[in-house]
T-cell receptor
């Protein structure tokens, strides 16, 4: 089945530092979604990227989709304690084996 | 998201028991999903249903079964629970075509002793 690698598994930062998580696929993706799960909560949709090379911003969050549509990144500028949680990518390969495959997530902790 | 509810929220059961987890939604979505979350393993798809008459296995369906009783209801059953089915279970819904934005319920924490 489709493999989606997400790195790093954990990231601890001081408040105000930047944070980036990466998602990589061995196959070309139809689109990719990003979710955030707060501790003790459920995953919440953040964004979907569809186009090659696409860049989208949500306040301090910047999402990128690679030119080859095989990788994506989520970058948070100047982290805050409210950014704590696990960030998941979810890759959609399309085609006959059309399913959404989640990465294992990156747990972000922020030291105030 | 109160639009997707799951019952029970927590459950402890014994090995060999049959257990049902229920999911209801008021979002009017046709597509519903069951995921399992284990620490460090992310979310893995158990079953999915694109409408009332459509049921499909996900990547880890062994030991599980589902029932889509109505557009709004999708239940997950463990026929004979075993300890390695201890996990956090999420129901989700999505609208429209393809595998769109997933709306997750609050989760059910299941412990099998």
């Amino acid at each position: 089945g489709q493999q989606v690698m997400q790195i790093p598994q954990y990231q601890h930062v001081q408040e105000g530092e930047d944070f980036t998580t990466y998602c990589n696929s061995s196959t070309t993706l139809s689109n990719i979604q990003w979710y955030k799960q707060r501790p003790g909560g459920h995953p919440v949709f953040l964004i979907q990227l569809v186009k090659s090379g696409e860049v989208k911003k949500q306040k301090r969050l910047t999402f990128q989709f690679g030119e080859a549509k095989k990788n994506s990144s989520l970058h948070i500028t100047a982290t805050q304690t409210t950014d704590v949680g696990t960030y998941f990518c979810a890759a959609n390969s399309g085609g006959s084996n059309y399913k959404l495959t989640f990465g294992k997530g990156t747990l972000l902790t922020v030291n105030p | 998201d109160a639009d997707v509810t799951q019952t029970p929220r927590n459950r402890i059961t014994k090995t060999g028991k049959r257990i049902m987890l229920e999911c209801s939604q008021t979002k009017g979505h046709d597509r519903m999903y069951w995921y399992r979350q284990d620490p460090g393993l992310g979310l893995r798809l158990i079953y999915y249903s694109f409408d009332v008459k459509d049921i499909n296995k996900g990547e880890i369906s062994d030991g599980y079964s589902v029932s889509r009783q109505a557009q709004a209801k999708f239940s997950l059953s463990l026929e004979s629970a075993i300890p390695n089915q201890t996990a956090l279970y999420f129901c989700a819904t999505s609208a429209g075509q393809g595998w769109g934005e997933q709306y997750f319920g609050p989760g059910t924490r299941l412990t099998v002793t």
